[in-house]
């Protein structure tokens, strides 16, 4: 599986993007896919999940603000981020997690997400 995200740019506080995560190379629907941030000295941590079937599970720190979706006849899945803040700028990744039938996890790229204050 191959993933590229998009989507990312600078955005002053309160305003909102959507990231896009393309997948290719395998068949993307069974996989559980993600997003994860990463801030300057920080870990990575998870951002959301979304299931095959479209159920979702948010960070507690995002919910209601960020909306998770999958298109899975289009291979992607999109981030709508609200009501932006300066903690949640960050790199963000898509991942595509197949462990849970014995399949390996991907990474994409990353896309810098900036919020202004």
């Known amino acids: 599986v191959q993933l590229q995200a998009s989507g990312g740019g600078l955005v002053q506080a309160g305003g909102s993007l959507r990231l896009s995560c393309a997948a290719s190379?395998?068949?993307?629907?069974?996989?559980?896919m993600g997003w994860y941030r990463q801030a300057p000295g920080k870990q990575r941590e998870l951002v959301a999940t979304i299931t095959f079937g479209g159920t979702t599970n948010y960070a507690d720190s995002v919910k209601g603000q960020f909306t998770f979706s999958r298109d899975n006849a289009k291979n992607a899945v999109y981030l709508q981020m609200n009501s932006l803040k300066p903690e949640d700028t960050a790199v963000y990744y898509c991942?595509?997690?197949?462990?849970?039938?014995?399949?390996?996890?991907?990474w994409g790229q990353g896309t810098q997400v900036t919020v202004s204050s």
């Open positions: 991942n595509a997690d197949g462990r849970s039938w014995g399949g390996n996890i991907y």
């Open positions: 190379g395998s068949i993307f629907s069974i996989y559980l």
